[in-house]
């Protein structure tokens, strides 16, 4: 058999064998199938938020924690079972990622209007781009048609999420493997710009760091002593943590960053200059980071046969 031959029935079979790829979403991939999909998530995103307006950073964190775990599958959702341990439990979520409830409630409203059709992926994809639209923030695309995994994995998740005490090289390394540029990373990292974190994330920064403005580090050391209440809470946006802006650049600028991860991107660093553009220029700072919010949503999704469409995200089917 001449190696043309060879060449093309190897091409062909590497196309018919093709891996699920980002090539397959689309923003219209729910238009004939359940037209009321997105409208129903907004719907319960846009109620949950009013309720608690935490609830939208906390929406908006599921989304990157589950999209850096083998991909943006809903494995971050999945309750552990008998034959694996999954994300929930792994220290960057336990005690720390909520909103599972609020995505069980908008999962039940998109059965009821078109049953085993939207994934739990792509709910969570969308109800984060609608926590950041009610907050705020900018509006975007969000590309759909992801599926369900049927397993999660506890390593995977507590070896790919980077910590807070993360530097800035470690940063764009953790991002550069998912696919994701520093550029992206730095804009994606605005997000802090809403929510809270727990004490025992930034503790070491506001106890053994010095880039860190003084009375803004004994403000906090306040309510989160060197030892226990490792639970209490604190703004990641000490200007303002309900509204999606680009103050957590601004913030940055005057060492007031929460995290050691926070601080490290305006520390004389190569990401400065980015900080310093984003503190000025909010419409910059929106246009980057709703390009860089698909670029995740594009990690490794499962796509046309893979997966599956769970009933309830908690569970495979």
């Not at 093309?8 to 004939?32: G, I």
């Not at 589950?66 to 694996?84: A, E, I, K, M």
């Not at 604190?234 to 802006?245: I, P």
């Not at 246009?287 to 796509?303: E, H, K, Q, V």
């Amino acid at each position: 058999m001449g190696s043309n031959v060879l060449v093309t029935l190897f091409l062909f079979s590497f196309s018919f064998f093709s891996v699920p790829s980002a090539a397959d979403l689309s923003a219209s991939f729910y238009e004939t199938s359940c037209p009321d999909a997105l409208s129903t998530i907004k719907s319960a995103v846009v109620s949950a938020v009013s309720k608690e307006k935490r609830m939208g950073a906390s929406l908006l964190r599921l989304h990157f924690h589950d999209c850096f775990v083998n991909g943006c599958d809903g494995s971050v959702l999945l309750d552990d079972t008998s034959t694996f341990t999954g994300e929930k439990t792994a220290p960057p979520n336990n005690n720390s990622l909520r909103g599972f409830d609020v995505i069980d409630t908008i999962k039940s409203d998109v059965e009821s209007v078109c049953a085993q059709t939207v994934s739990c992926a792509d709910i969570v994809a969308v109800a984060a781009r609608d926590s950041i639209v009610a907050l705020g923030g900018p509006n975007y695309d969000v590309l759909l048609g992801r599926r369900d995994s049927t397993t999660a994995s506890f390593a995977a998740a507590k070896s790919d999420i980077p910590p807070p005490s993360s530097s800035l090289s470690s940063l764009i390394s953790s991002f550069s493997v998912k696919g994701l540029s520093t550029n992206d990373m730095i804009a994606l990292s605005g997000a802090h710009t809403i929510g809270k974190a727990r004490c025992v994330s930034f503790r070491p920064h506001i106890y053994n760091d010095t880039n860190i403005n003084d009375s803004y580090a004994e403000k906090l050391q306040e309510n989160c002593p060197e030892s226990g209440d490792d639970n209490n809470l604190a703004s990641l946006d000490v200007s303002t943590d309900d509204v999606f802006d680009n103050y957590y650049y601004k913030n940055l600028k005057v060492e007031k960053g929460l995290l050691h991860s926070d601080q490290v991107l305006y520390n004389n660093g190569s990401a400065d200059s980015q900080v310093s553009k984003y503190s000025s220029d909010s419409a910059q700072f929106f246009s980057d980071f709703t390009a860089a919010m698909i670029n995740m949503g594009n990690i490794s999704p499962l796509t046309g046969s893979s997966g599956q469409i769970r009933t309830n995200c908690r569970k495979a089917n």
